[in-house]
């Protein structure tokens, strides 16, 4: 677990929970999309074209990761548990490093994304892959360490990621937190570290919550009432759903350090104002997968998230510019003309989202200021052709008149669930 190095996690969450406002930021780089998304998981290879289906090797996404960690830049590495063995037990590359090994701990069939499947549709169902033991020392049962003859196991993370998907379905709900109970019990006789991430629903029929910040924050602190100190999650991983959700969960409870995942990877400034904005009204952890394995430099990505994230860099727009100079520098040719990743987009937020199809609605010209309104860069996407016909006069869904089919495609296309 790399305990040769003082981690960085542990001493920014000491001082972000003795002083919020003290100005540390976590960031995490989200690399276990292998537990999802299959061959694509990886990412487009620069051999990619648009019909060949031409991914990253997993020993080419296991590179990045050495890469990554290497810089120094983020404080966690979150990866699925196979990758957990190979680079944290088998090659140690965190050893020296104070970068946290982390893993995913579980995987609900709401991410289980394999091309023509149909299990994302259907209401989440709890399920893990790994097992905590498998991520502490990859073997079924861990064993303690030979103090006569001076042998230690060679360890893997302590630290993982749990996810609930909540649907607003008393038989699914009930029988997701009661898989995290288990988890958390086994956890905390194991001394295993775990962080709570909560999806958006994915099937929520005719109960989707016309509130869905205010739905997700109500069942976290629920959830999380009856759980006493050592078993809390050391931080939280939830969906952006803009600023008044997100200043409402920081200042309930300051023990409660909360997250935000990225989503799809929309334009470099989606990626930037989603982390000024979200550290601006209480957020104190991003975990970005899709857009940081999707950046065309994924070290000089990381390295302007770190600038933005401890105020080198004050204003996402800059962060856009200077992200383009060091493309230039490096001779990268970027995905997008300067004018067109300064746009903020409407991004689809499911993990199977595809970089493309997205609508342009302002151009950060000035700087952040100029995004109007804020609403304009929160996860969403456009409502299906079932759902239009039945909007009110400001253009939001009336329920009322709506049928179960038209309910369900409204929450699909506005609230598809965020991954990594």
């Given at each position: 677990?790399?305990?040769?190095?003082n981690?960085?996690?542990?001493?920014?969450?000491?001082?972000?929970l003795?002083?919020p406002?003290?100005?540390?930021?976590?960031i995490?780089?989200?690399?276990d999309?292998?537990?999802?998304?299959?061959?694509?998981?990886?990412?487009?290879?620069?051999?990619?074209?648009a019909?060949?289906?031409?991914?990253?090797?997993?020993?080419e996404?296991r590179?990045?990761?050495?890469?990554?960690?290497?810089?120094?830049?983020?404080?966690?590495?979150?990866?699925?548990?196979?990758?957990?063995?190979?680079?944290t037990?088998?090659?140690?590359?965190?050893e020296?490093?104070?970068?946290?090994?982390?893993?995913?701990?579980?995987?609900?069939t709401?991410i289980?994304?394999?091309m023509g499947?149909?299990?994302?549709?259907?209401?989440?169902?709890?399920?893990?892959?790994?097992?905590?033991?498998h991520?502490?020392?990859?073997?079924?049962?861990?064993?303690?360490?030979?103090?006569a003859?001076?042998?230690?196991?060679?360890?893997g993370?302590?630290?993982?990621l749990?996810?609930?998907?909540?649907n607003?379905?008393?038989?699914?709900?009930?029988?997701?937190?009661?898989?995290?109970?288990?988890?958390?019990?086994?956890?905390?006789?194991k001394?295993?570290?775990?962080?709570?991430?909560?999806?958006?629903?994915n099937?929520?029929?005719?109960?989707?919550?016309?509130?869905?910040?205010?739905?997700?924050n109500?069942?976290?602190?629920?959830?999380?009432?009856?759980v006493?100190?050592?078993?809390r999650?050391?931080?939280?991983?939830?969906p952006?759903?803009?600023?008044?959700?997100?200043?409402?969960?920081?200042?309930?409870?300051?023990?409660l350090?909360?997250?935000?995942?990225?989503g799809?990877?929309?334009?470099?400034?989606?990626?930037?104002?989603?982390?000024?904005?979200?550290?601006?009204?209480?957020?104190?952890v991003?975990?970005?997968?899709?857009?940081?394995?999707?950046?065309?430099?994924?070290?000089?990505?990381?390295?302007?998230?770190?600038?933005?994230?401890d105020?080198?860099?004050?204003?996402?727009?800059?962060?856009?510019?200077s992200y383009h100079?060091s493309?230039?520098?490096?001779?990268?040719?970027?995905?997008?003309?300067?004018?067109?990743?300064l746009?903020?987009?409407?991004?689809?937020?499911?993990?199977?989202?595809?970089?493309g199809?997205?609508?342009?609605?302002?151009?950060?010209?000035?700087g952040?200021?100029?995004?109007?309104?804020?609403?304009?860069?929160?996860?969403?996407?456009t409502?299906?052709s079932?759902a239009?016909?039945?909007l009110?006069?400001?253009?939001?869904?009336?329920?009322?008149?709506?049928?179960a089919?038209?309910?369900?495609?409204?929450?699909?296309a506005?609230?598809d669930?965020?991954?990594?």
């Amino acid at each position: 677990m790399g305990t040769a190095t003082n981690k960085s996690l542990d001493q920014k969450l000491s001082r972000i929970l003795a002083n919020p406002a003290c100005g540390d930021f976590i960031i995490a780089d989200a690399k276990d999309a292998d537990m999802a998304g299959g061959m694509a998981a990886p990412g487009k290879s620069p051999e990619h074209h648009a019909k060949e289906g031409h991914f990253r090797t997993l020993q080419e996404y296991r590179d990045i990761i050495r890469e990554n960690v290497k810089q120094g830049l983020v404080d966690i590495m979150l990866m699925s548990a196979s990758t957990n063995e190979v680079l944290t037990m088998q090659d140690r590359i965190f050893e020296n490093s104070h970068v946290t090994p982390a893993a995913r701990a579980n995987d609900t069939t709401d991410i289980h994304l394999a091309m023509g499947s149909v299990y994302a549709s259907e209401k989440s169902r709890p399920f893990r892959s790994a097992t905590i033991d498998h991520i502490m020392c990859g073997e079924v049962d861990c064993r303690e360490p030979d103090i006569a003859g001076g042998q230690k196991p060679c360890r893997g993370a302590d630290l993982g990621l749990y996810s609930i998907t909540f649907n607003n379905n008393l038989e699914r709900d009930l029988e997701a937190i009661n898989a995290y109970k288990q988890f958390r019990l086994d956890a905390e006789r194991k001394g295993f570290r775990h962080f709570l991430e909560i999806f958006n629903p994915n099937d929520c029929g005719d109960a989707c919550p016309t509130d869905l910040g205010r739905f997700i924050n109500d069942n976290i602190v629920r959830t999380l009432a009856g759980v006493v100190g050592r078993g809390r999650p050391v931080f939280l991983k939830i969906p952006y759903h803009g600023p008044a959700a997100m200043e409402q969960l920081a200042a309930y409870d300051r023990s409660l350090v909360v997250g935000i995942l990225g989503g799809s990877s929309g334009t470099t400034f989606d990626a930037f104002h989603q982390l000024w904005e979200a550290k601006k009204y209480g957020a104190r952890v991003a975990l970005y997968g899709r857009m940081i394995n999707n950046s065309e430099h994924q070290l000089t990505f990381i390295q302007h998230l770190r600038w933005l994230a401890d105020g080198d860099v004050t204003d996402p727009a800059e962060g856009v510019r200077s992200y383009h100079a060091s493309l230039e520098k490096l001779g990268i040719r970027p995905y997008r003309s300067l004018s067109d990743d300064l746009m903020a987009t409407l991004r689809g937020s499911n993990y199977g989202a595809s970089g493309g199809g997205k609508t342009k609605t302002a151009v950060a010209t000035t700087g952040s200021a100029s995004v109007t309104p804020t609403a304009t860069v929160t996860p969403t996407t456009t409502p299906t052709s079932a759902a239009k016909s039945v909007l009110d006069a400001n253009g939001e869904p009336d329920f009322s008149t709506m049928t179960a089919a038209e309910k369900i495609a409204w929450n699909r296309a506005k609230w598809d669930r965020v991954f990594g």
